[in-house]
C-alpha cells in the first residue's frame, strides 16, 4: 500500500514519537510511507525509506494551504490511504481525502472533543483510532462514531537487551509545556519530603519544550534547598535509544508508562489529570486497555505524589520482583510490529470498503 501520514509538529512527544515509529515500522513490512509535517528533531529517528515531505509552519497551521499540499502529495504518489493525526491535520485530511475519493484514517491521541472537534472529521474520516479504550466509550459522540472505531494500542520497539537499573532512581520523562511543569513542580516537593529518608533518592528529568527555562530555574532552586545535585535535567532525549542505565521508577502513561515497563523499570501512572498507582500484574490489564492512565484518578498533587513514592519504596523488593513479568507482558502486546499489523487490517478494510 501506498501510505500518507499527516502529522503538524515533529518534535519530542508521545503523538510524534508514534507516528515516527509507526511509520518506521510500516516500511519494514514493505509499504510505501509518505510523511508530512515539520522538519524536526523526529526526522533523524526516520527510516531513510520513508518519504519525508517538510511543511512549512505557516502551511501546517492552517486548513485550505494544507488541504492543497495533501491534495497534490495523493495525486503525484497515486495514494492509497491518508492517515492523518491531530486536530487540523484530520480535518485537512478529510477535505482532501473528499477530493480525491481516497480514505482518510484518523489516530485520536488526545480527547475526541479536541481531536474530532469539527463535524467534518467525525462524518468524513472511514475509521477512526483509538489508543485508550476510556477515551472512545466515554465520548458525547460515541453512538455515532463507534461503528468505524477501533482501539490499537501504542506500540513499540521493543528493546534487544534490557538495561542496568539504577536503585532509587526516579526518571520523568515529558514535553516541558506549561501542563507537565506543573506536574514536574509536584514531583518536585514529593522529591524533597522523601529525600530524609531515602539518602541515594535522585530524579531525572528529561524533555524539552518552552518551559524549559522555567523547570531549569525550578530544579536549581530545589537542589539549592537540598543542598546537593538530586535532581537531574537531562533534555530532549529518544528513549528507545540504546540504555546502558535505566532508572528503577518511571512517572508517566502511556508510551512512556509502555516503554518503561519494556526496559524493565517499575511505573507509577500520573499525568496532568490523573493520579495513579504502581502498575502491578494484578492491576496490568485495567490499565493497559486505557492506555496505562488511571481513569478514575485526581489529579496529582505533592501529597498524593509523595504518598505513591513512599508506598513504592517501602514495598519495593515486592515491585521489582513483578518487573521480569512485566517486560515479557508488554513484549507480547505492545510491539511496534504488532501494532502496525493492526493498523494495517484497517487500512484494508476502508480500502476493500471503497472498491
Given at each position: 500500500?501506498?501510505?500518507?501520514?499527516?502529522?503538524?509538529?515533529?518534535?519530542?512527544?508521545?503523538?510524534?514519537?508514534?507516528?515516527?515509529?509507526?511509520?518506521?515500522?510500516?516500511?519494514?513490512l514493505n509499504h510505501n510511507i509518505f510523511l508530512a509535517t515539520q522538519n524536526s528533531?523526529?526526522?533523524?529517528?526516520?527510516?531513510?525509506?520513508?518519504?519525508?515531505?517538510g511543511v512549512s509552519r505557516w502551511v501546517s497551521n492552517l486548513i485550505i494551504p494544507q488541504v492543497a499540499l495533501i491534495t497534490y502529495i495523493v495525486l503525484r504518489n497515486k495514494v492509497d490511504?491518508?492517515?492523518?493525526?491531530?486536530?487540523?491535520?484530520?480535518?485537512?485530511?478529510?477535505?482532501?481525502?473528499?477530493?480525491?475519493?481516497?480514505?482518510?484514517v484518523a489516530t485520536v491521541h488526545g480527547r475526541v472533543k479536541h481531536d474530532l472537534r469539527s463535524v467534518i472529521a467525525r462524518r468524513l474520516t472511514s475509521k477512526i483510532i483509538f489508543v485508550s479504550n476510556q477515551v472512545l466509550i466515554v465520548s458525547r459522540h460515541y453512538q455515532s462514531i463507534r461503528h468505524k472505531s477501533v482501539v490499537i494500542p501504542n506500540g513499540i520497539p521493543i528493546p534487544e537487551k534490557l538495561p542496568t537499573i539504577e536503585p532509587f532512581t526516579i526518571g520523568y520523562f515529558s514535553r516541558?509545556?506549561?501542563?507537565?511543569?506543573?506536574?514536574?513542580?509536584?514531583?518536585?516537593?514529593?522529591?524533597?519530603?522523601?529525600?530524609?529518608?531515602?539518602?541515594?533518592?535522585?530524579?531525572?528529568?528529561?524533555?524539552?519544550?518552552k518551559e524549559f527555562q522555567h523547570l531549569k530555574e525550578l530544579v536549581s532552586e530545589a537542589n539549592t534547598r537540598l543542598s546537593d545535585e538530586v535532581i537531574l535535567l537531562r533534555g530532549y532525549v529518544n528513549i528507545q535509544a540504546t540504555w546502558n542505565e535505566f532508572p528503577e521508577l518511571i512517572l508517566g502513561v502511556g508510551r512512556v508508562a509502555i516503554e518503561a515497563l519494556a526496559h524493565g523499570a517499575s511505573t507509577i501512572s500520573i499525568n496532568y489529570k490523573r493520579m495513579g498507582d504502581t502498575i502491578t500484574l494484578d492491576r496490568y490489564e485495567e490499565y493497559a486497555k486505557n492506555n496505562f492512565v488511571n481513569i478514575t484518578g485526581d489529579p496529582p498533587t505533592p501529597e498524593m505524589i509523595y504518598s505513591q513514592l513512599k508506598h513504592y519504596f517501602e514495598k519495593r523488593d515486592d515491585f521489582r520482583s513483578q518487573s521480569k513479568n512485566l517486560v515479557r507482558r508488554v513484549k507480547n502486546e505492545f510491539s511496534i510490529v504488532s501494532t502496525a499489523k493492526m493498523v494495517v487490517n484497517a487500512y484494508s478494510e476502508v480500502l476493500n470498503r471503497n472498491s
Open positions: 500500500m501506498r501510505i500518507l501520514h499527516i502529522v503538524t509538529r515533529f518534535d519530542y512527544g508521545g503523538t510524534e514519537n508514534h507516528v515516527r515509529e509507526l511509520c518506521n515500522a510500516l516500511v519494514s528533531r523526529q526526522k533523524k529517528l526516520l527510516d531513510e525509506r520513508v518519504s519525508f515531505i490511504v491518508i492517515h492523518a493525526h491531530q486536530r487540523l491535520p484530520i480535518i485537512s485530511a478529510c477535505l482532501a481525502g473528499f477530493i480525491c475519493r481516497v480514505p482518510v516541558i509545556d506549561t501542563r507537565h511543569l506543573e506536574v514536574i513542580r509536584c514531583l518536585v516537593l514529593a522529591v524533597e519530603k522523601l529525600k530524609a529518608d531515602y539518602s541515594s533518592l535522585k530524579l531525572v528529568i528529561f524533555g524539552d519544550g
